[in-house]
């Protein structure tokens, strides 16, 4: 490799490159190792939306009599209320109270979901992004895994998701089964679906399914530890994705990480990825997955 080359790229390994930039250097020195930067997809209530998790879809009417009441109940509960992590948690305690979780979805309709008072964690979070969306606040999807962890000394989270644990014999663990073995790795843990919330230069997460929501030091650090993004992608030409893509959450922007190889280049105009697709009632639907960018450069 060139002097003059090698120093351009060591001299971009501790940045952030757009696409473009990621380009002008593939075509330099070839094949590039970095970790792609995705934004996680922004909530954006429409009449039919994706699920990702068993390629279905959610039916959701947002001009429903049901579905405008459950939304105006909420409003009026937060109306006044300024502090916007009080609206989050707000939000958090009425989910738990008026959706209890079942496993597996009984119907996809959002507003007989409303109306049985009962919803896995995929309409939950639904829910959850669509309420705080209407309050105010920007909101994303984030789709991953769980670790099922003891939160016996987290008082906030045990006060929090009582609605959660109430039938359950298994209290003291973050979901409603038993810790049996405690250390399975990250592939065998609960396929799981919570939301990020963008807020005063953080992101704050929630799990309208536990009630555990990132507004404590305690409850962060089981985000932190128990918590791995991981939306499925299409793949484009030319990005290899090199790991299975169970990444940490990033707590200071709306976005998660693959590890890939960069062989030629890649979109620039829109910056989007393809993202999985579900067939719809009227045809595919699919998240615009935007790529932020590309960090930790090497060969």
């Not at 829910?127 to 209407?134: G, R, T, V």
């Not at 230069?201 to 650090?221: I, N, Q, R």
Request: glycine fraction near 6%; charged fraction near 25%.
């Amino acid at each position: 490799m060139p002097l003059e080359s090698n120093r351009e790229f060591e001299s971009k390994k501790s940045t952030r490159l757009s696409p473009h930039e990621m380009n002008v250097l593939v075509e330099v020195q070839g094949e590039i190792n970095a970790d792609l930067v995705i934004q996680l997809p922004e909530f954006k209530p429409a009449p039919i939306m994706a699920n990702y998790h068993d390629y279905s879809y959610y039916v959701f009417e947002k001009d429903l009599p049901e579905t405008k009441k459950f939304k105006d109940t909420f409003l009026r509960s937060v109306r006044g209320i300024e502090d916007k992590k009080l609206i989050i948690e707000e939000a958090v305690r009425y989910i738990l109270n008026e959706i209890s979780w079942v496993g597996t979805e009984v119907t996809k309709n959002i507003g007989d979901i409303i109306t049985s008072g009962r919803g896995s964690c995929t309409s939950k979070s639904l829910l959850m992004a669509y309420l705080l969306s209407e309050a105010g606040l920007r909101t994303y999807k984030v789709i991953g895994y769980a670790k099922n962890v003891s939160i016996e000394d987290c008082k906030a989270l045990q006060s929090r998701n009582m609605a959660y644990k109430r039938s359950s014999h298994y209290q003291n663990n973050l979901f409603n089964l038993p810790l049996d073995p405690a250390d399975k790795p990250i592939e065998e843990d609960v396929g799981h679906e919570w939301v990020a919330i963008e807020l005063d230069g953080e992101v704050v997460y929630v799990d309208p399914t536990t009630g555990l929501l990132s507004v404590t030091a305690e409850e962060s650090e089981i985000f932190r530890s128990a918590y791995k993004t991981s939306f499925p992608l299409g793949g484009i030409d030319n990005i290899e994705e090199k790991y299975a893509p169970y990444q940490d959450l990033d707590f200071k922007e709306p976005v998660f990480r693959m590890k890939v190889k960069v062989s030629g280049p890649v979109p620039e105009n829109q910056h989007s990825l393809q993202s999985v697709s579900v067939e719809g009632p009227n045809g595919d639907l699919h998240d615009e997955l935007i790529i932020n960018g590309f960090e930790n450069i090497r060969k």
